[in-house]
């Protein structure tokens, strides 16, 4: 049973980086409780200094493997990491299904690391707003780089790592071409590109596609999106998306596109929690049993759901 | 230039299955016509009658051949189909890329079929919502068989696929074992699991990875969730595919279920359209420059965002 800590004592824990105030402020995030506000007020405050890297990309691309690389070879560097996991997935079994997270086993005992993976509870939206707001805590804990990692490329992870300053798309040859990668979105959201696994046969030839279709959309800053080769089992590669990385950094710090990404980023968080409030409001002023009526008689066609949604939003 | 066309006479010819006014109506909905409420409202009141089956699975499972495949097996049936294929993932593109509805060539010139890409605009459930509508109108228009297709199994494409009475999720053998569909929440979701290009190596064995998996679960109703094998190229078990389809139908009338989802899916569909008219409200209250101030005042951090959300909806 782990020791019970006064709410002071668990921020101040924190921002001095302790493991055990920051694992159990996490979850008071996650679980919305009382007391997250507090801590959240004190983390925002100090935060805006940490790196925050989105990885994300089809399922089965190798991703907690590099991420894993990627954190050693950050930590090399000298660097602190924290590494957020994110499973938008499971509201529908519950809870994340983390057995992945055990090949992180090789970051184990390193305390400049800290490993969280995080499920959505309640709303859509939420996750992208849980996502920014363990960020800010991990921020304000003085992890210098943070490492989101979403398990796949659905529209509610695309949002969760655009919540962050770079957002890396992994790959692999086997995604198919350059057309999925479009199909996916994933061509308007990438900052760097990683085909992963490139030692695999047709590595050469996807990243030949991929840079192929990069050439022909117009450039949208001074940025060129680069692909980067990895084989993340074996580190090849790591170190060179590492610099790639850090050199995007620099990008966006020296073109003024790290402020504005983070006003645009903090615009939509904003909105995510007005939104929360407007519900939370809402579900104050109308009881359940008026719901229910409103539902009841839509099924019986008394109205239709547009007549009803427009009574309960009035009333 | 299409003809204009005058409300009613649009209404009318929805209701009667006319091609153009149903094209005409569906983008209505899709981009909130002012008049698509009046044309939504006479479509609720005529639906009820179509089976609405969802199929998922991840890109590049075949799955837009596989709908050609089994709209041409219920069209042998005497069923009149229409199929509605949602992307998602295309708020970051501005618009599906349809490639692949061009390999549904075969299904062009049946006047018992209709085809419609669905992207998403503005809120994330408000593509469920608008797919739930779109289905009503074809409902109404008297296609007896819907199919909605999704590009991927993001979180909002499960939504989607889930506004369906079945929802059918389609693998192939390189999809990875039954432990990636479970990530995935795919075992949650589906009712009838879809093993397509089963031709290829590993179709058997990835099969019984599913199979297997789907034994260890606890049921949840009387329904037991087959594992079909198709090759949706050469139509290899897609009738048998669309016999299961209709068991499923037949299980659920039977159980109850049907009406126990359907009233599900209404509630859901209901706290969107409520959700979306409280964010409505709070865009007429609250003026852009307020909003913008208060971003600048959470930028300068003299607010948190939780404070000035807080603000914000209180206004």
Same mark, same amino acid.
């Given at each position: 049973?782990?020791?019970?800590l006064e709410k002071?004592q668990l921020i101040?824990?924190?921002?001095a980086?302790?493991?055990v105030p920051?694992a159990?402020?996490? %979850?008071w995030?996650?679980?919305? !409780?009382e007391d997250?506000a507090e801590l959240l =007020?004190?983390?925002?405050?100090?935060?805006?200094?940490a790196y925050?890297?989105?990885?994300t990309? $089809?399922?089965g691309a190798? +991703? %907690?493997?590099l991420?894993?690389?990627?954190?050693?070879?950050?930590?090399?560097?000298?660097? #602190?990491?924290a590494?957020?996991a994110?499973d $938008?997935?499971?509201?529908f079994?519950?809870g994340? /299904?983390?057995g992945d997270r055990?090949? @992180?086993?090789?970051?184990a005992g390193?305390r400049?690391v800290?490993?969280r %993976? @995080?499920? #959505?509870?309640?709303s859509l939206?939420g996750?992208?707003?849980?996502?920014?707001?363990?960020c800010?805590?991990?921020?304000?804990?003085g992890?210098?780089?943070i490492?989101?990692e979403?398990?796949?490329?659905?529209?509610s992870?695309?949002?969760?790592?655009? #919540?962050?300053?770079?957002?890396?798309?992994?790959?692999?040859?086997?995604s198919g071409?350059?057309?999925?990668? @479009? +199909?996916?979105?994933?061509?308007?959201?990438a900052?760097?590109?990683v @085909?992963n696994?490139s030692d695999?046969?047709?590595? &050469?030839?996807?990243?030949?596609?991929?840079?192929?279709?990069?050439e022909l959309?117009?450039?949208? %800053?001074?940025?060129r999106?680069?692909?980067?080769?990895?084989?993340?089992s074996?580190?090849?590669?790591? =170190? #060179?998306?590492?610099?790639?990385l *850090? &050199? !995007?950094?620099g990008? /966006?710090?020296?073109s003024?596109?790290l402020e504005?990404?983070r006003r645009?980023r903090?615009?939509q968080?904003?909105?995510e929690?007005v939104? &929360?409030?407007?519900?939370a409001g809402?579900e104050r002023?109308v009881?359940? &049993?008026a719901?229910?009526?409103a /539902?009841e008689?839509?099924l *019986?066609?008394?109205?239709?759901?547009?007549q009803a949604?427009?009574?309960?939003?009035?009333?």
């Amino acid at each position: 049973m782990p020791q019970l800590l006064e709410k002071s004592q668990l921020i101040r824990g924190v921002l001095a980086g302790e493991r055990v105030p920051l694992a159990r402020g996490i %979850s008071w995030i996650e679980n919305e !409780h009382e007391d997250a506000a507090e801590l959240l =007020d004190a983390c925002y405050a100090r935060s805006g200094n940490a790196y925050r890297i989105g990885i994300t990309g $089809p399922p089965g691309a190798g +991703k %907690s493997t590099l991420v894993t690389r990627l954190a050693t070879a950050f930590r090399e560097r000298g660097e #602190t990491v924290a590494i957020v996991a994110v499973d $938008p997935t499971s509201p529908f079994s519950g809870g994340a /299904l983390l057995g992945d997270r055990v090949r @992180m086993g090789e970051l184990a005992g390193d305390r400049g690391v800290f490993i969280r %993976s @995080m499920a #959505t509870r309640g709303s859509l939206g939420g996750l992208a707003v849980h996502t920014a707001q363990v960020c800010d805590v991990f921020d304000a804990a003085g992890f210098t780089r943070i490492l989101i990692e979403t398990v796949g490329v659905g529209q509610s992870e695309l949002e969760v790592a655009q #919540t962050a300053d770079t957002t890396a798309v992994v790959l692999v040859p086997e995604s198919g071409d350059a057309v999925q990668a @479009m +199909k996916a979105g994933l061509m308007e959201i990438a900052d760097v590109f990683v @085909m992963n696994k490139s030692d695999r046969e047709g590595a &050469e030839r996807a990243a030949h596609a991929i840079r192929s279709a990069l050439e022909l959309r117009a450039p949208t %800053s001074g940025w060129r999106i680069p692909v980067e080769s990895t084989v993340a089992s074996t580190g090849q590669g790591v =170190d #060179t998306l590492r610099e790639r990385l *850090e &050199e !995007h950094l620099g990008f /966006l710090r020296g073109s003024g596109d790290l402020e504005r990404r983070r006003r645009q980023r903090l615009e939509q968080r904003l909105r995510e929690l007005v939104r &929360e409030r407007l519900w939370a409001g809402y579900e104050r002023r109308v009881s359940a &049993e008026a719901r229910r009526r409103a /539902l009841e008689d839509v099924l *019986e066609r008394r109205l239709t759901p547009r007549q009803a949604a427009e009574r309960l939003a009035n009333s």
